[in-house]
Nanobody
Framework: QVQLVESGGGLVQPGGSLRLSCASS????????MGWYRQAPGEQRELVAT????????DYADSVKGRFTASRDTFNNTMYLEMKMLKPEDTGVYYC?????????WGQGTQVTVSS
């Protein structure tokens, strides 16, 4: 079993920055993959970034490339999403998830609102 807890969301103006955190109850190094997703109102959940098992390979959605940076801290067992140059279309609930031994785990989500 893995518990994931997101934090760091909030209200930010367009062009601003936020850093989201996802604290894991298990070692992030043990995960096959970890990911950040987001869901805008009335929309399907979409994949934003994926960190693969070694941590050396990270994939991003085209819509966030060059603006978002995903990383993980193996000492604190936390995954991060650094978001810069935020746009109103980045608004949504951001979730982290993890895959371990064939199971998928989700956090409860954190709201990000980009508005002036």
């Amino acid at each position: 079993q893995v518990q994931l807890v997101e934090s760091g969301g909030g209200l930010v103006q367009p062009g601003g920055s936020l850093r989201l955190s996802c604290a894991s109850s298990r070692s992030v190094s043990s995960m096959y993959r970890m990911g950040w997703y987001r869901q805008a109102p009335g929309e399907q959940r979409e994949l934003v970034a994926t960190i693969w098992t070694s941590g050396a390979m990270i994939d991003y959605a085209d819509s966030v490339k060059g603006r978002f940076t995903a990383s993980r801290d193996t000492f604190n067992n936390t995954m991060y999403l650094e978001m810069k140059m935020l746009k109103p279309e980045d608004t949504g609930v951001y979730y982290c998830n993890a895959n371990l031994l064939g199971s998928t785990y989700w956090g409860q989500g954190t709201q990000v609102t980009v508005s002036s």
